[in-house]
Nanobody, 123 residues
């Protein structure tokens, strides 16, 4: 079991940066692949980024590729999402999730979710 708590959201201007953190409570944090998702009003929750258990593999949605970076520090039970060059369309509640990789980062089954942190990007 893993409990996840996101933090680091806030209001920034377009072009600015934010670093989101997701703190996990479980001792088995390193056993899970981690992902970031987001949901904007009126939209479905969408995948943002994922990282493998050891952090050697990462994957990103096309909409954030080259702007966002996911990383993790297993010693700190924390996964991060560095968001640069933020755009108004990045405005959403960002969720951290933990799961197990079936075959690849594209097949992660997410079983645990945080409650989200709001990111608002103004123009």
């Amino acid at each position: 079991q893993v409990q996840l708590v996101e933090s680091g959201g806030g209001l920034v201007q377009a072009g600015g940066s934010l670093r989101l953190s997701c703190a996990a409570s479980g001792r088995t944090f390193s056993s899970y692949a981690m992902g970031w998702f987001r949901q904007a009003p009126g939209k479905e929750r969408e995948f943002v980024a994922a990282i493998s258990r050891r952090g050697y593999s990462t994957g990103y949605a096309e909409s954030v590729k080259d702007r966002f970076t996911i990383s993790r520090d297993n010693a700190k039970n924390t996964v991060y999402l560095q968001m640069n060059s933020l755009k108004p369309e990045d405005t959403a509640v960002y969720y951290c999730a933990a799961g197990n990789t079936v075959e690849s980062l594209s097949t992660i089954r997410y079983d645990y979710w945080g409650q989200g942190t709001q990111v608002t990007v103004s123009s």
